[in-house]
Structures are given as C-alpha cells and as structure tokens.
Nanobody
Framework: QVQLVESGGGLVQAGGSLRLSCAAS????????VGWFRQAPGKEREFVARINWTGGKTYYADDVRGRFTISKDNAKNTVYLQMNSLKPEDTGVYYCASRSASGDYSLGIPYEYDYWGQGTQVTVSS
C-alpha cells in the first residue's frame, strides 16, 4: 500500500499563502497520481487539484485555478500545493490521496483514489 502524510497547514489571514506537502511512502511505484481534496464541517469532500507522477499533467477545480499550484518532486516522493490569495471559504481539512489506476478520468471523485492521508487543517481568517 501507499502511505501519505500531509503537513504545512495552519492559520493565515485572507490574502495570505500556505504551502502544503504530501509525502508518500510504501509502494509508491503503484501510485499513478496524487490529488488534493478539502472538507469543511458539514460539507462534502471536494476536489482541489491533481498531478500525475509521470508527465506532470495537472488539473484544478475552477474555484482554485489561478490561485493554487500543484507540483511534485519525484525524487522525494512528495507533492506540494502552493496556495496563494487565500479566502475564508478555503478553510477546511486538506487531504492528499493516491490513485493507482491509470487514466485521466473521474479525477475529482474521491472513491477513485485508493489511499488517503490523515489531513492537515487550513484556517483562513477574514
């Protein structure tokens, strides 16, 4: 299996920035892509961004495109999410998840991902 550990969350004022990290270990060769999701209390878990390990193709949710940037370091088995111009509505627990199956479809659906990290809290104050 693949183990994932998120870090980098915290409290930031609106307009500020945070950089999240997702460190992968275990059978990382079976990971085709890593996605970021977030969840606020009482809300559904929603897709934020994804990156493929090979080729580096990226995908973004409409409401974060232009503000967030997903990137990776293959040597470190780590995926990053640079979040700029943060808004209070960005508040939530951010999770990274590994997808084993190849193919760039259903990329924003949580059940298409096999392994999940524990999450890291991001709080944006107004």
């Amino acid at each position: 299996q693949v183990q994932l550990v998120e870090s980098g969350g915290g409290l930031v004022q609106a307009g500020g920035s945070l950089r999240l990290s997702c460190a992968a270990s275990g059978r990382t060769s079976n990971s085709y892509a890593v996605g970021w999701f977030r969840q606020a209390p009482g809300k559904e878990r929603e897709f934020v961004a994804r990156i493929n390990w090979t080729g580096g193709k990226t995908y973004y949710a409409d409401d974060v495109r232009g503000r967030f940037t997903i990137s990776k370091d293959n040597a470190k088995n780590t995926v990053y999410l640079q979040m700029n111009s943060l808004k209070p509505e960005d508040t939530g627990v951010y999770y990274c998840a590994s997808r084993s199956a190849s193919g760039d479809y259903s990329l924003g659906i949580p059940y298409e991902y096999d392994y999940w990290g524990q999450g890291t809290q991001v709080t944006v104050s107004s």
